[in-house]
């Protein structure tokens, strides 16, 4: 198996947000297993998950079954199953309207979250996988999904929200599909069920600018709180595209002089919106050349890295996560050669947790 589960293994094109999920579930040679395996064990990569919940911040949106509106399902390690999650509903063209408010929950840690090397927590919803593909280490393909805001808190009242991007062109239905290398900073968009559990990861460095962040009033060293809003994808509520990349340095990167709207499955309803499954807090990951996040720079890695070699963002091979030399320039290049050498065979702290 490869980071994920390959479920065809043509390559398709899609967006340039290209980054597989974090497996929660791995098998004894460190990549991805299907949770029922007899060998699959919790990733080690992994230091602990969300313990709580914040009562006066689960408010689902109408129209939540009962069975789906337990907030403890979303407490504690992934699972992959499906049904073990805590829905944030769905709101419909006319609450909108109104000014009812899309559903949200806010989880709370026993340990600080904190900006370390490479991602720094990863968010688990039940996304279902419909034509799906990791052929050369770039993740795309159509899933159903429901999406939703991240957003972080030290105190619990003043959060930041991870900017985020959705280039899905229009509405895609009550249950439609959306590409999810479409997708960036978004919760919900890597798939956790029927076998498949991967969760999307958060990197704090990314909101180290936000105001909130410099003010002091959010610490991303002493993270203590996550909350997910959910978004309706009827197209009302937007991204935050402008704030990733200059449209001037490359010809074809135009479309981020404007924010977007944001599509996916609506109107959902019973456990609609965001389903919930998990919060995972992840150890430092030392070597960015562990391209695959299995733990130890090696010929999996070098793979990935010769697939990605010359493309730039956006480009059908592109990979982020072979453009290893900061800053970052948006190209795989010798520069990036250079930090794969250096890190050749070496192996995380946690690998053999």
């Not at 907030?71 to 006319?94: C, E, M, Q, R």
């Not at 895609?172 to 890597?190: C, D, F, P, Q, R």
């Not at 599509?263 to 960015?288: K, P, R």
Request: charged residues 20%; hydrophobic residues 40%; glycine residues 10%.
């Amino acid at each position: 198996m490869q980071v994920i589960v390959l479920v065809i293994s043509v390559m398709a094109y899609g967006g340039p947000y290209t980054e597989p999920g974090v497996n929660g579930y791995v098998g004894e040679d460190g990549r991805h297993a299907d949770p029922a395996d007899d060998d699959a064990v919790i990733n080690p990569i992994f230091r602990c998950w969300a313990t709580d919940w914040v009562r006066e911040q689960y408010q689902p949106a109408p129209g939540v079954a009962a069975q789906w509106a337990d907030p403890n399902k979303a407490l504690g390690p992934a699972t992959g199953n499906n049904f073990d999650i805590v829905s944030l509903g769905d709101v419909n063209s006319t609450q909108i309207g109104q000014g009812v408010q899309p559903g949200q929950i806010t989880l709370s840690f026993s340990e600080p979250i904190r900006d370390c090397s490479g991602y720094d927590f990863v968010v688990f919803e039940n996304g279902l996988v419909s034509i799906y593909n990791t052929s050369g280490g770039s993740v795309v393909g159509q899933m159903f999904t429901e999406l939703g805001y991240v957003e972080v808190s030290s105190n619990g009242e003043d959060f930041v929200r991870f900017a985020s991007v959705s280039l899905t062109g229009g509405l895609v239905g009550m249950y439609g599909t959306i590409e999810i290398s479409n997708v960036y900073n978004l919760a919900g968009k890597h798939p956790n069920a029927d076998g498949v559990c991967t969760g999307t990861p958060f990197d704090l460095s990314e909101i180290a600018d936000e105001p909130n962040v410099v003010s002091g009033l959010v610490d991303i060293n002493n993270i203590n709180y996550v909350r997910i809003v959910d978004i309706p994808g009827s197209g009302d509520f937007e991204d935050e595209a402008v704030k990733h990349i200059d449209p001037n340095m490359w010809p074809d990167w135009d479309y981020y002089a404007n924010n977007h709207p944001i599509y996916d499955a609506w109107v959902t309803f019973d456990s609609g919106g965001v389903d919930l499954e998990a919060v995972g807090v992840l150890e430092e990951q030392e070597y960015s050349a562990d391209i695959n996040l299995d733990g130890v720079v090696d010929m999996f890695d070098f793979a990935l890295f010769a697939s990605a070699w010359g493309s730039c963002f956006g480009d059908v091979y592109w990979i982020g996560r072979c453009d290893l030399a900061e800053p970052r320039d948006y190209v795989v290049n010798v520069l990036d050669l250079a930090v794969f050498a250096g890190q050749w065979l070496k192996v995380e702290s946690w690998w053999s947790k």
